[in-house]
Nanobody, 124 residues
Framework: QVQLVESGGGLVQAGGSLRLSCAAS????????MGWFRQAPGKEREFVAA????????YYVDSVKGRFTISRDNAKNTVYLQMSTLKLEDTAIYFC?????????????????WGQGTQVTVSS
């Protein structure tokens, strides 16, 4: 069993940066591929980024490539999402997820565990 808690969301101006963190409990964190998803008001949840269990492979949705970076520290049971050059359309609730079963893990039904989400609001 893995429990996930996101943090680091907030209000930021367009062009700014935020770093999201996802802290995991459970001794098997290091064995899971991890992902970040987001859901904007009135829209479906969408894939943002993923990282494999050891941190050697990453995958991004095209809209965030070159702006967002996913990373992990298995010693700290934490996965990060560094977001730069934020745009208004990045406004959403951001969720982390664990347990993806195939690569690239872009479908949310591939994941076993989910956090509660953290709000990111980008203002003009």
């Amino acid at each position: 069993q893995v429990q996930l808690v996101e943090s680091g969301g907030g209000l930021v101006q367009a062009g700014g940066s935020l770093r999201l963190s996802c802290a995991a409990s459970g001794r098997t964190f290091g064995g899971y591929d991890m992902g970040w998803f987001r859901q904007a008001p009135g829209k479906e949840r969408e894939f943002v980024a993923a990282i494999n269990w050891i941190g050697t492979r990453t995958y991004y949705v095209d809209s965030v490539k070159g702006r967002f970076t996913i990373s992990r520290d298995n010693a700290k049971n934490t996965v990060y999402l560094q977001m730069s050059t934020l745009k208004l359309e990045d406004t959403a609730i951001y969720f982390c997820a664990a347990g993806a079963k195939e690569w690239p893990p872009v479908r949310d039904n591939l994941y076993d565990y989910w956090g509660q989400g953290t709000q990111v609001t980008v203002s003009s």
